[in-house]
């Protein structure tokens, strides 16, 4: 084998073991390569206990319930399913009922999401996309409210 053979086998043998590496880290990321979970893909597909995970929609009408201290629980809801959540924790200020939410956290064995961080809408045109969509096709968001 002359040495521009052997160059040309050393190349196309780390470019295949590069493309093997790259489609096994796109297999095992498959699930979790999502901005977030909505309410309605969690009851589809549930999700493990210690899964971590970001579940967004929206706050959930007279779901908020203030504890003691920073504890706080709410539910999330995407219209057609709703996820209890807990959070212990200082709130966005912009965080009130009706409003979107993505929350990070993890859910526990009885199926509660305990959120260690809550994201709330930044200004009054933001709606996460896959939110919007999702009461789009329900008819119930408007954006001009």
Avoid: C
Avoid at 14 to 27: C, E, H, M
Avoid at 51 to 60: S, T
Avoid at 107 to 132: Q, W
């Amino acid at each position: 084998m002359t040495r521009k053979q052997r160059r040309l086998t050393l190349i196309a043998a780390a470019g295949s073991v590069l493309a093997i590496a790259v489609g096994l880290v796109l297999y095992a990321f498959q699930d979790t390569i999502v901005f977030f979970t909505t309410p309605t893909e969690v009851q589809a597909k549930p999700i493990n206990a210690g899964v971590r995970m970001r579940l967004g929609g929206l706050v959930a009408d007279e779901s908020v319930v203030r504890g003691q201290g920073t504890a706080v629980s709410f539910s999330i809801t995407d219209t057609t399913a709703t996820v209890p959540v807990v959070y212990d924790g200082t709130l966005p200020d912009l965080f009130r009922e009706g409003q979107g939410v993505v929350a990070e956290g993890m859910f526990d064995s009885e199926g509660v999401f305990i959120a260690d961080t809550v994201l709330a809408k930044h200004d009054e045109n933001y709606m996460p996309k896959e939110v919007a969509d999702a009461l789009k096709k329900q008819g119930v968001w408007n954006p001009s409210e």
